[in-house]
């Protein structure tokens, strides 16, 4: 099986030397994209190029983000013929001794997509600051309900292979350009139902500089995660099948939302009036919103039931 590396570079220049001299010599092609880095890293590629065939540099004129970077290294990547794809960064944040468990769970047709999981390491996590560990934990459960892929963790670790078939099966000009590549990317291999499997590994950190800031992840994140989960949902449930969930949603998302905007109004004028509302009032709000509650929960739990696994796993 043919193996491509895509490393997308943006001020890069102090890594991307040694992060290309560490790659193994068993990869088919190695695709530098400069993604109009300032600091010349594709000038750094271009001089490891004239000696090592099998890198090639592809430049854009315009930053474009990570994933627009990718979406171009895809797109050669496919062109040449590789039937596995690797993302690695150019920041040498990525071990390469890595590379054979994350190939492994592709070449043996477990999984379309495998990644890099830093949670299982402990002694990593020690090493990892609190504030990034707290995000990465929550982050992890909204990219779970927003794609389906209840079994994975660490969504926003940029180590991650794909099958050829995976990049087949999704539209890449609708990937997300920038930070919201590795989420956007979990939350379409789930709608097309292909499996992703987590490889354990430890992060590293050095003196590479990092331009995701915590307040743009708070501040882009959750819209996109929100529609994706609401295009997810509409695929799964309700075009591409219709099955016990979607009675579950039906019936359970009017009952909930019913019983909750008729409990606050009847609790809002109970207070205005000081009036008490009647026990028949309080029941004729609160059974739709409990019965609507309880079907959504059968709907979560379907769900989890019903996420692509590894075929391992099944």
């Avoid at 430890?202 to 994140?221: H, K, M, N, Q, W």
């Avoid at 905007?261 to 009032?281: D, F, K, N, Q, Y």
Wanted: overall charge neutral; some cysteine.
């Amino acid at each position: 099986m043919r193996v491509a590396v895509i490393i997308p570079c943006y001020r890069a220049a102090r890594h991307i030397g040694a992060v290309l001299d560490s790659l193994p010599g068993d990869l088919d092609h190695i695709l530098v994209v400069d993604d109009a880095c300032p600091d010349g890293s594709g000038q750094v590629a271009r001089d490891r190029a004239g000696r090592d065939p099998r890198i090639e540099v592809l430049t854009h004129a315009i930053n474009g983000g990570v994933g627009a970077a990718m979406v171009t290294g895809f797109r050669r990547a496919l062109a040449l013929g590789a039937d596995i794809i690797v993302k690695m960064d150019g920041d040498g944040q990525m071990d390469p001794t890595f590379l054979p468990a994350l190939l492994e769970p592709l070449r043996t047709g477990r999984a379309d997509m495998a990644k890099g999981n830093r949670f299982r390491d402990f002694r990593a996590l020690r090493a990892m600051p609190p504030l990034r560990l707290l995000g990465n934990s929550a982050l992890s459960f909204l990219v779970k309900a927003a794609s389906g892929q209840w079994g994975v963790m660490d969504p926003t670790n940029g180590y991650l292979a794909l099958s050829r078939r995976a990049l087949d099966n999704i539209e890449l000009e609708r990937l997300s350009p920038r930070y919201f590549f590795e989420c956007d990317l979990m939350i379409r291999l789930g709608t097309a139902r292909l499996a992703v499997e987590d490889v354990a590994m430890p992060a590293r950190y050095g003196d590479e500089d990092s331009s995701l800031r915590i307040s743009r992840v708070l501040l882009t994140f959750p819209p996109l995660l929100a529609r994706g989960f609401l295009r997810r949902l509409l695929l799964s449930y309700f075009v591409h099948d219709f099955n016990i969930a979607s009675l579950y949603l039906l019936t359970g998302l009017p009952l909930a939302l019913f019983g909750l905007v008729m409990g606050l109004g009847e609790w809002a004028m109970s207070l205005e009036s000081g009036v008490p509302r009647t026990a028949g009032t309080v029941m004729l709000a609160g059974l739709p919103l409990i019965l609507g509650f309880q079907l959504l929960l059968q709907a979560i739990a379907f769900d989890v039931a019903n996420a692509p696994r590894p075929k391992s796993d099944r």
